[in-house]
């Protein structure tokens, strides 16, 4: 997951592969609780881990759950079988609605019948999403709820601490036409009380009634069969307990496969296949297969997977009804800029109450990219965007992770400009890993990859200052260096000189550049690895920083690894940090800074360096061997060490690191587009 300020993505040209999609957090929520709340114990298999399970899964375990995880990956929740051995808390659910409603009218009945009192909170953002139906029906049961903020949202406060008699004879009466998420809470509570048949009768048109339909095929796996009257009238019969069924299978989630379904029919004539979810699943969010049908998206599937790939092109046009798949419907929308005629998404009320307004936030942004967009109290209408039209745009995400994933679709566009989602890792709510998967299965336009050159001489900070660089941007981090003194190592395991001498010889260099060509190199975190062996420390020697500037000075093995420097160029983008980045590897690379300061504060970096790991050295050595170091770099026949003519001089002589990426962060900005948006 990023967790960084934005994420620019460079334009994108087509994509192919198969994806693995994280667990639906409408079955997991749903599910971890009806387990919490049941006689036994259940193993919870392919669980989303995310932001929303988690909270959920910390207010149980404050509850008394037993929540124990396995070493295959499962998790075990020992079920508390109707009781309540915690009586009071105070739980914080951040902005999962999944958790605060179906905890809320819970906890409400709980409380009431043994005793207890809980208060529940969140996020500013769940304190504005309506729950007042949902207390309406729990006081119509004798619940004691109490409003601790604005009236008719939470936070609140669950019971008194003393019992009370649930007032079970009469039907209780619930809205459904703000959140299916009310009638939810109502279905997945009301069995832990149900002496007698309790009657559920919905209040107005139930809105996203495939939610539902999914809550009451997860009751029925849990021993709950709940009769259902058409979609106005339901009924929780007499004696209703909930037992486990032992293990349970979370479906991938169809809400997050509608992003890769788009990606499929927009950018993809190969396919891209989709693992976890299939045409037969539970979810009303599968739905949106039928929708990107009639949009031209070629779509086939099995029990477990889907395949998608582009058909007509430009898409076509819809007008649709989106009640059934409100989530997903979001995707449409950024789908219809590839339209040949305008889009109309009907029927999304209910987007109002989501994470942000979503009908608010859907018609901001896109318009940032140039469209026209109209939009209602229950509808957005979009005009497809021509090439030409296109601009680069910075995606506020309003700390929605749909917002953020959508958006992603726009980098498929005809005018080829990048675009910048503003916090990331919003995503981690549902899908933690959405843009590291959706970047194994997209091509880049060519050239597109945004790079950072940072060039300088030995010890100048090149290292410190491009990792600090490339985590501050989430982007690869290349350190030339280390190619080069993995050069040197493995010359010296293969019995190769690098003495100045030796490597003059032409057949010398000849061998140093077929074993260059040779390497076995990967790069994992902090720690470099050789032919499967990690080499880290052998890398920071002296030694072998001496030994790669003397073969870095070798023509055949500067070739041998000009491709390989060229590969580390992958999304979201690379800070390539070593001698010549600029001028020989990555010349046409939109940032390139040259880092030096003195020689003598380089030698005295290097010497309080050396001494603090217990290393003996002595500055005058030091400083002599750097002048040597620079007067042979500067001065070789191949590349020698210059800054390139577009290159930024950053003298770090009285700067520290944080100084430092601040300034190449500003002059990374000051080459992106989106500084031109008003």
Request: charged share 20%.
């Amino acid at each position: 997951m990023y967790d960084i300020p934005f994420l620019d993505l460079p334009p994108l040209q087509s994509a192919a592969g198969t994806v693995s999609l994280p667990g639906s957090k409408s079955i997991s929520n749903r599910v971890l609780l009806l387990a919490a709340l049941s006689e036994g114990r259940t193993t919870v298999h392919d669980l989303l881990d995310s932001d929303d399970t988690q909270v959920m899964l910390t207010a149980l375990r404050t509850l008394g759950c037993g929540v124990d995880a396995q070493a295959d990956g499962t998790l075990a929740i020992t079920g508390l079988s109707g009781s309540l051995p915690q009586r009071s808390a105070d739980l914080f659910l951040g902005n999962a609605g999944t958790a605060m409603r179906p905890l809320c009218a819970a906890l409400a009945l709980l409380a009431t019948q043994h005793g207890g009192q809980f208060d529940l909170r969140g996020v500013p953002r769940m304190h504005e999403r309506p729950i007042g139906d949902l207390v309406d029906a729990l006081r119509q049961l004798g619940c004691p709820v109490d409003y601790l903020g604005n009236e008719g949202y939470p936070p609140l406060r669950l019971g008194t601490g003393q019992t009370g008699t649930l007032q079970l004879g009469q039907p209780i009466r619930v809205r459904g036409d703000v959140s299916s998420q009310f009638l939810t809470a109502l279905l997945l509570a009301l069995p832990l009380v149900a002496s007698k048949d309790v009657v559920i009768d919905v209040v107005g048109e139930l809105i996203s009634k495939p939610y539902i339909d999914i809550t009451l095929k997860l009751l029925a796996q849990f021993g709950v069969a709940v009769q259902r009257d058409g979609w106005q009238r339901f009924t929780i019969p007499a004696g209703s307990r909930y037992r486990s069924p032992g293990d349970v299978f979370v479906e991938g989630d169809a809400s997050s496969a509608s992003y890769f379904i788009g990606l499929g029919a927009i950018a993809s004539d190969t396919g891209i296949t989709v693992q976890g979810v299939g045409l037969a699943s539970i979810q009303g969010d599968i739905r949106f297969v039928e929708a990107a049908q009639a949009m031209g998206a070629q779509i086939t599937g099995g029990p477990n997977h889907l395949h998608i790939r582009r058909g007509a092109w430009p898409l076509k046009a819809i007008d649709l009804d989106c009640n059934h798949i409100p989530d997903a419907a979001m995707t449409l929308a950024v789908m219809a800029l590839y339209a040949d005629g305008p889009t109309r998404l009907r029927n999304i009320a209910s987007w109002r109450v989501k994470e942000t307004d979503r009908i608010a936030a859907m018609a901001t942004e896109l318009r940032k990219l140039g469209a026209t967009v109209e939009e209602g109290a229950d509808f957005i209408r979009i005009e497809p965007l021509a090439a030409g039209g296109w601009k680069p745009a910075s995606i506020h995400t309003y700390d929605d992770h749909r917002v953020a994933m959508c958006f992603s679709l726009a980098t498929f566009n005809p005018d080829r400009v990048p675009v910048r989602i503003e916090d990331p890792k919003c995503v981690a709510k549902t899908f933690p890993d959405y843009f590291e998967t959706l970047f194994e299965v997209v091509t880049p336009v060519a050239g597109a990859v945004p790079v950072i050159c940072i060039d300088g001489p030995t010890a100048s900070g090149k290292g410190t200052l491009g990792a600090a660089v490339a985590q501050a941007l989430g982007y690869h981090l290349l350190d030339s260096g280390a190619l080069y003194r993995l050069v040197g190592l493995a010359a010296e395991r293969a019995g190769l000189s690098t003495a100045s001498e030796d490597l003059a010889h032409p057949e010398h260099g000849v061998r140093m550049g077929a074993l260059a060509q040779a390497l076995q190199v990967r790069f994992d975190g902090d720690s470099i690895w050789l032919d499967g062996d990690n080499v880290t420390d052998a890398l920071r020697t002296e030694a072998a920083g001496m030994a790669a500037s003397r073969v870095s000075a070798v023509p055949a093995v500067r070739q041998a690894l000009l491709a390989l420097q060229h590969g580390f160029a992958r999304l979201p983008g690379l800070v390539a940090d070593g001698r010549d980045m600029g001028t020989v590897i990555f010349p046409q690379a939109p940032l390139k800074v040259f880092l030096t300061a003195s020689a003598e504060q380089r030698a005295d970096r290097r010497h309080k360096q050396l001494i603090s790991k217990g290393i003996s050295a002595t500055l005058d050595s030091l400083l002599a061997d750097l002048k040597a170091r620079d007067l042979r770099d500067s001065t070789r026949k191949d590349a020698p060490l210059k800054p390139a003519e577009d290159a930024k001089l950053l003298d770090n002589s009285s700067l520290d690191v944080e100084q430092s990426v601040a300034q190449v962060l500003l002059w990374w900005q000051g080459t992106r587009p989106f500084n031109l948006q008003k």
